[in-house]
């Protein structure tokens, strides 16, 4: 009889992935299914980067490559970190995988052991918990609560440390509150880290280019330069190009972490395919224009979400720096004694709700450890973003 390792356990298809295949069920008998649980840009890939990689295919780049990435595609993101982020680095400190999730994967599978705690702030994208068990290591995971802008602060850091903290792993902006860690935010964090060498931090900057904070982006191994050896900056195509089916992420780090990362991805998937790295060289050297025209336009959707989700009644949200999501706070909604009566009395409940009687398809938020929350992508047109507050109006009213 079949029976899955222990490894698994605990371990399921995320949450996400499942909201999104039941919409898309729903949606094979009912057309207005909309649904604001992806997380991907709804924009396509910019024509000049689909060119580049018909052009690999029609000059027979379609072999096996380097292992981490071809020598071209390492040099781009050479560029593209000192262009971006003033940061310098060797080849040997650049490593190429099949999107940031791969990358990610091969930093917690090559450097923990059983008993490593990685410290997570929550809300977070919960595979980095589920990546973390799988890789046998220990989630330590601190709440970050709205008062404090979803941020960690130096004293919670202080406070989480232990011997056997391994990593730090922030993500700014966040998946999936759209919080942004300023310079000023990492320099604080920073002044705790230089009292703990043997701790490494490890940045998801996925999001860099969805960002309407006016301060610039901040990454910490350009602000805290002294502890760039010890950090590893991953970052990918797959957001700032509306690249998510290339699947191409990479990372930067010290030789050794490269090296080690480079032994997990030799056993398991090998390099990263051909014609979506040449695409990704075209995405990173070539115009940049269209990261600003959907940074503007994904501007203008968070205003019309976050300003529509405000108007319903007891739903409060906040207005997010960064990425392309709303995280509602349903809370006040949700202790109404109307909806305890009628059996919504937690937020994948109300989601489930939204689902099938409004048919709109969201996100709760425990499942980034935020419950109470609801996660609304606005990688959406104005019309779905407009007709699904619509729905969630009347929906919220017919509960009260
Ligand atoms: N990091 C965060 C916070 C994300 O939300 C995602 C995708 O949803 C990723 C990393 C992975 O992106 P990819 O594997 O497409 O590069």
């Excluded at 009889?1 to 999104?20: D, M, P, Q, T, V």
């Excluded at 390492?74 to 990358?103: C, H, M, P, T």
């Excluded at 941020?151 to 011997?163: H, W």
């Excluded at 904070?213 to 010890?230: E, G, I, Q, S, V």
Aim: charged share 20%; aromatic share 6%; glycine share 8%.
């Amino acid at each position: 009889e079949f029976s899955r390792s222990a490894k698994l356990n605990g371990i399921g298809i995320s949450e996400i992935i499942r909201i999104g295949t039941e919409a898309r069920k729903l949606a094979t008998s009912h057309d207005d299914v909309i649904s604001l649980s992806a997380g991907e840009p709804d924009f396509s890939t910019p024509d000049n980067v689909k060119l580049a990689g018909i052009n690999a295919i029609l000059t027979n780049q379609t072999r096996y490559t380097a292992l981490d990435g071809t020598a071209a595609l390492k040099a781009a993101i050479r560029r593209k970190f000192q262009r971006e982020n003033g940061l310098d680095y060797a080849e040997n400190e650049i490593s190429v995988g099949a999107g940031a999730k791969q990358v990610l994967f091969n930093i917690l599978m090559a450097t923990l052991d059983p008993g490593d705690e990685v410290i997570v702030p929550t809300p977070c994208w919960t595979t980095y918990l589920d990546m973390i068990r799988l890789a046998g290591g220990t989630a330590t995971v601190v709440p970050c609560s709205e008062e404090t802008g979803f941020r960690l602060s130096p004293e919670q850091l202080a406070a989480t440390l232990t011997p056997r903290t391994r990593w730090l792993l922030l993500n700014s902006p966040s998946n999936p509150t759209g919080a942004v860690y300023r310079a000023s935010h990492l320099a604080a964090l920073g002044e705790v880290l230089r009292a703990v060498p043997r701790v490494g931090i490890i940045s998801d900057d996925i999001y860099e280019h969805v960002l309407y904070d006016p301060a610039p982006f901040a990454t910490m191994a350009a602000t805290c330069p002294d502890l760039k050896p010890r950090v590893v900056t991953v970052n990918g195509v797959s957001k700032a190009y509306s690249m998510t089916g290339w699947r191409v992420g990479y990372a930067a780090a010290a030789p050794e972490v490269i090296t080690a990362m480079a032994i997990v991805q030799s056993q398991s998937s090998s390099n990263p395919c051909s014609i979506s790295q040449a695409a990704a060289i075209e995405a990173l050297d070539g115009p940049q224009d269209a990261i600003t025209s959907r940074r503007n336009a994904f501007r203008s959707r968070r205003d019309r979400i976050v300003t529509g989700l405000n108007t319903l009644p007891h739903v409060h949200c906040t207005m997010p720096d960064g990425a392309f999501y709303a995280f509602a706070d349903m809370r006040a909604l949700l202790a109404r004694p109307e909806l305890k009566r009628k059996g919504i009395i937690d937020d994948a409940a109300l989601c489930r709700y939204f689902l099938h009687e409004c048919h709109v398809a969201i996100v709760p938020g425990f499942c980034f450890g935020g419950p109470g929350y609801l996660r609304l992508s606005y990688a959406a047109s104005d019309k779905m973003i407009d007709d699904a507050l619509e729905r969630m109006k009347t929906g919220v009213n017919r509960l009260l």
